[in-house]
């Protein structure tokens, strides 16, 4: 070696990983050993300033923008067809490959059409006996045939509502999106409070065949529109009751959280359509959301316990908006 | 903490077995810090990486969804979760091809030196932090601004621990250089353009030769 030590082999050689040969320049070079003794003095307040580093500001849409995202993997992509091992057999191993734990995007296998049950990793199970998958594959299958009876039923004009309650009327195949003359709220026969005028039903059906989804969705947007104003809306805690699992979610600023996020195209929560139903026996809200595609929508079912950050989304799908 | 990896393994099973909010669940216990970790190693000089941070932790976590069975529990889940988001963002910033870069105008007020020339405030450690090699500062990221115990940083980057080591040495070197800590400093070998990947700190140094190729 010629000339004394630069700077990165004095940081090897701080923490152990010089090589000999500047180890015995050290040893004999005045300059070199002054260097290292500087430099590791200066390490405690660089280390400092590091960690005193402000954490960044994270986005305030990072989460709705993460949810949206998995939403449509969930859409798009089965919990059957999660990758397991062995997937990646025939793929030879790249360079930097450091373990089979290594999940680098660039590593993604092709998509599996197959749709077979995952081998369970070597984790603590969160509970026995959960899900089964063939039920989650059957309820893929299904949602997958509810778009194709959804698009033919819509194309054939015809319309089947499940909504019970007085002053039911069917939606006609007019366009979806026209905005109803809003009739009285007493002519609707559940609960509606939305000040935004969306059209809002309560029709307390189970939804739990998705089938039932694609069929009801022009009566959805065709529903009498929630009449504005009146009294106030009480607060979350007067209106939250056993009786009313939903109360939190008939609250337009609950609401709007709940939604916010889960399309793209509705950033802000807001609908196009909501019905107060039932989701394989659970209250539940069905919500028609704007899609990104245009002449479609999302439709997306939660739970009553929706709330920002914890969308308890139930079932979701996209379909061809009503003419 | 080994009562948070119980719980993140729960969440990961429970996904993998059907469980339709676990994911989510998961993520959302991460979601801050796997982006502050992606934020800090994307950011290069004059570069505003918040928008490519969000995409690089939406790609990696979406990955890492549809990747979850094959997470064998040698890692503890955090580890795995960093190591998807660490690698997606290693991708991005050697994918980037060298283009000529304007300063961002500071959002802060300008640095004030102590009497000694040394200047700590936030932007001068960001922009000296962002000015590194790629491989230093990723590592700096994991064990200096994350706190993470250099063996679960090397288990993160796949690299030895010595590696983790050296990089992490060195890049505290070459910051103490740019904050003034460090005077009549030899002059650090010079820094590779971004994208390279071929740069003198990206070999391991346990096979690097003695001019410093490490």
């Keep these: 070696m010629s000339g004394h030590v630069d700077l990165d082999a004095l940081a090897d050689l701080l923490v152990g990983e010089g090589d000999e040969t500047q180890v015995r320049h050290l040893a004999g070079c005045a300059g070199c050993s002054s260097a290292l003794d ?22 305030g849409d990072l989460a709705a923008r993460l949810d949206a995202a998995l939403l449509r993997a969930r859409d798009d992509l089965p919990h059957a067809r999660v990758d397991r091992p062995g997937r990646r057999e025939g793929r030879p191993p790249r360079p930097g ?8 995007p660039d590593d993604a296998s092709p998509d599996d059409a197959s749709g077979h049950r995952p081998t369970p990793p070597t984790v603590l199970p969160l509970r026995r006996g959960g899900r089964p998958a063939a039920a989650l594959v059957a309820a893929a299958l299904l949602a997958v045939a509810a778009v194709a009876v959804g698009v033919l039923a819509v194309s054939a004009g015809v319309v089947a509502l499940t909504r019970r309650g007085p002053g039911d009327t069917a939606a006609t195949s007019s366009s979806a999106l026209a905005r109803a003359s809003p009739p009285t709220a007493a002519a609707q026969g559940g609960a509606t409070d939305s000040a935004a005028g969306v059209p809002t039903s309560s029709s307390n059906t189970d939804f739990a065949d998705p089938g039932a989804l694609a069929v009801a969705l022009p009566g959805l947007l065709g529903a009498p529109r929630a009449v504005g104003g009146g009294a106030p809306a009480p607060t ?37 359509a909501l019905d107060y139903a039932r989701y394989a026996g659970a209250p539940a809200l069905v919500a028609v959301l704007p899609a990104t595609v245009a ?12 709330r920002p950050g914890a969308p308890a989304v139930l079932f979701s799908t996209r379909l061809p908006a009503p003419p | 903490m080994i009562a948070d990896d119980t719980r993140d393994r729960a969440l990961l099973a ?63 889940v955090s580890t795995w979760l960093h190591r998807v988001v660490v690698n997606a963002c290693l991708d991005r910033v050697r994918r980037r091809t060298a283009r000529p870069t304007v300063p961002l105008p500071d959002a802060e007020p300008a640095s004030t030196d102590d009497a000694y020339g040394r200047s700590d405030t936030a932007v001068d450690v960001r922009a000296a ?21 250099v063996e679960e940083a090397a288990a993160v980057l796949g690299v030895p621990v010595g590696t983790v080591k050296s990089r992490c040495s060195r890049g505290r070197a070459r910051l103490a250089v740019s904050l003034g800590h460090l005077r009549n400093a030899p002059a650090p070998p010079p820094v590779p353009p971004v994208g390279d990947t071929a740069g003198p700190d990206t070999a391991d140094p346990h096979h690097g030769d003695p001019g410093g190729g490490r």
Aim: aromatic letters at 2%; glycine letters at 8%.
């Design chain 1, 38 to 59: 500087d430099l590791e003095r200066a390490q405690e307040p660089v280390r400092l300033a590091l960690a005193t580093l402000p954490a960044p500001q994270v986005p």
């Design chain 1, 97 to 104: 490959d450091a373990s089979p734990d290594d999940a680098s």
């Design chain 1, 236 to 272: 979350l805690q007067q209106q939250e009751t056993a009786a009313d699992p939903l109360a939190r979610l008939r609250d337009p600023v609950g609401r709007a959280g709940c939604l916010a996020g889960l399309s793209p195209a509705a950033p802000d929560g807001i609908a196009l």
């Design chain 1, 295 to 306: 002449g479609q929508v999302e439709i997306v079912v939660v739970g009553a316990a929706c």
């Design chain 2, 14 to 76: 429970a996904h993998v077995a059907g469980d339709r909010d676990a994911f989510g669940t998961l993520v959302g216990l991460h979601r801050d810090r796997l982006y502050a970790v992606a934020l800090r190693t994307l950011a290069g000089p004059g570069s505003d990486a918040r928008e490519e941070a969000a995409d690089a932790v939406q790609d990696a976590l979406l990955s890492a969804y549809r990747r979850a069975g094959t997470y064998r529990g040698d890692a503890q």
């Design chain 2, 129 to 149: 932090l962002a000015a590194l090699p790629v491989d230093q500062r990723a590592a700096l990221v994991l064990v200096d601004l994350t706190g993470m115990a």
